[in-house]
């Protein structure tokens, strides 16, 4: 299990009088591209569980969500040079994470079908196992949670992405749009027209 992240304005000693001092992001960065380690385990400490949350919703599986976020951590010590200030160091690093996401959402989606198929040749009853809540507020907490995960993880990778990226994570429109490389105009009608077809998926729940 990950500990708990360090605040976004969380004060760190990097200095060599071992005075304290606030760093954003991208300085952060600026001192890791120069060789400070320090600078990188801050950044990583900002940034696992806020991804680990982003791909979680996304992938719907914990251990693989944690290794996407664990080479997405490898790619910011390896590619470190690559970033360039003009971008916001977390569009920068949504994105890589975003894209490994895509590829292993792509490879579950294979291995969902090749299952599937599986399953429909064999013909044989299988048992899906579930966890056992303690009371029945908790059960319909859980089935609600469920349904709510199932009905977004069920959105076209379009409306999907969008949806993790503002509802969930709460990014800005700007930065959802340089991440998933779209206007804004085209990421508020994303927005719209997702949440339109979960209202629509999930309306008996209001009942």
Known sequence: MMNQTSSISSIIPLDKAGNNYVYSDEQL???FQKGD???????VNRYRDRLLNFVYNYIGDF????DIVQDTMVKLYQKKHY???????????????????????????Q?????????????KPYDIPADQPDTDQEIQSDIANRIIRKAIDELPEKFK?????????????????????????????RINRA????QVELKHLRT
């Open 29 to 31: 960065m600026a001192r």
């Open 37 to 43: 380690e320090n600078a990188y385990i801050e950044l």
């Open 63 to 66: 251990e693989i969500s944690e």
């Open 83 to 109: 970033y360039r200030e003009i971008a916001k160091f977390s569009t920068w690093l949504y994105t890589i994470a975003k894209n490994l996401a895509n590829t292993e959402f792509r490879k579950k989606k």
């Open 111 to 123: 291995r969902k079908i090749t299952l599937l198929s599986q399953i429909s040749r064999d013909d």
């Open 161 to 189: 992405t969008v949806i993790l990226l503002r509802d969930i994570q709460e990014l800005p429109y700007e930065e959802i749009s340089s991440i998933i490389e779209v206007p804004i105009g085209t990421v508020k009608s």
């Open 195 to 198: 949440r339109l077809k979960l």
